[in-house]
């Protein structure tokens, strides 16, 4: 069966296709493989989440699903065309901003838009409404009107995710769109990509580095490591798979006492101690934290802090790659033309 139909309007349920698909997808460069075997499906109308370190093979997998690099093996659809047999298809029907934005300083945000418009083959009249609309999506205001020279690195940002939407696609392709922004320019890009999702369905595609970035914004993550996809799963069941929540307890005392004590305590899974700091393991973070007050106060030991700590996309991370997400591997990231192995 074609997996472009595996699931279709005609099934019944008001079910839709796949938004993306890929089947054993691969990519080499020389003998270097930056994709090794990737199989994954998006549902249309979700936000999927895309982590890896640099190198792991993320900016090339998106490469190859925007039909921007052929594929060495394997296969791919997007929005229901081949990336491979039909990639002027997938580009008429995605959106991509991805790492280095084509901006032209010397245009206002307008021109780039009408510009951008006209490339995609739309009428004046849908230019202009597609225009007002994106305005007020992407908040610029009147810095439209001015040379996108004078933007901050956060309106560029916003003005490359209009130019990306201009034509209304149905797929959206962000690879790593916050990478160098500065908090608040972050947090406002993440209320733009939740509202355009919410309000007009669209099927987003994140590539980041920042887990704390995927956790507030995909319904369902991919890690990849070494090219492969290691696990894939929602945010809140892959930290349920690291394992328990931990309440940590920083004392001025006994650390043997108090590590007796929380022992001795049926929430309690395990307790570990390094210095002054006691960690507990429990299976409920929230309603384990007054008992193991309670525990180190009866049993005399000053407590300095109590926090509870809740396992992290990072933990996951760790967890199945062996390595926490900041930094690369010395000589992992592949030599490769136009920087597709990030």
């Known amino acids: 069966m074609d997996p472009r139909v595996a699931v279709s309007p005609q ?17 080499r460069f020389g003998d270097k493989t930056a994709v090794d075997g990737v199989d994954l499906q998006v549902p249309a109308g979700q936000i999927y989440g895309f982590l890896g370190a640099n190198g792991a093979g993320k900016s090339t997998t998106v490469r190859m699903l925007c039909a921007l690099l052929t594929p060495s093996a394997g296969s791919a659809w997007v929005a229901g065309h081949d990336v491979a ?37 739309l009428r004046r009249r849908e230019i202009s409404r597609r225009i007002a609309e994106l305005s007020e999506l992407i908040d610029l205001g009147d810095a439209l009107r001015r040379p996108a020279g004078s933007y901050s690195g956060g309106m560029k940002r916003r003005l490359d995710l209009a ?33 355009l999702n919410r309000e007009r369905g669209t099927t987003v595609f994140l590539t980041t580095q920042y887990l704390e970035e995927a956790d507030e914004l995909a319904e369902r993550v991919g890690i990849i490591a070494r090219g492969r996809l290691v696990v894939e799963d929602t945010p809140d069941a892959l930290k349920r798979r690291v394992g328990a929540d931990m309440v940590v307890a920083r004392v001025d005392g006994d650390t043997e006492v108090a590590v007796r004590a929380l022992r001795a305590l049926p929430e309690v899974e395990s307790v570990d101690v390094a210095a002054s700091e006691i960690t507990a393991r429990v299976g409920d973070g929230p309603t384990a934290v007054t008992p193991v007050a309670l525990a180190l106060s009866g049993a005399g030991v000053p407590v300095e802090s109590l926090t509870l700590r809740r396992p992290t996309l990072d933990d996951v991370f760790l967890a199945v790659t062996g390595r926490r997400m900041a930094g690369v591997e010395a000589g992992e990231e592949l030599a490769t033309t136009g920087g597709a192995s990030r």
Do not use: M
């Not at 796949?18 to 990519?27: C, E, K, S, V």
């Not at 769109?177 to 733009?192: I, K, M, Q």
């Open 163 to 195: 130019l990306a939407l201009i034509h209304n696609p149905s797929v959206l392709f962000l690879d790593e769109p916050t990478t160098g922004l500065d908090p608040v320019s972050r947090f406002a890009l993440w209320d733009e990509v939740r509202r």
């Open 11 to 27: 099934l019944s349920g008001g079910l839709v296709a796949p938004a993306i698909i890929a089947r054993d997808l691969r990519r």
């Open 85 to 121: 047999t039909d990639p002027i298809g997938v580009h008429l029907a995605i959106g991509a901003a991805l790492q280095a934005t084509a901006i032209d300083d010397k245009q206002t945000g307008l021109e780039h838009l009408e510009l951008q418009g006209r490339l995609y083959g």
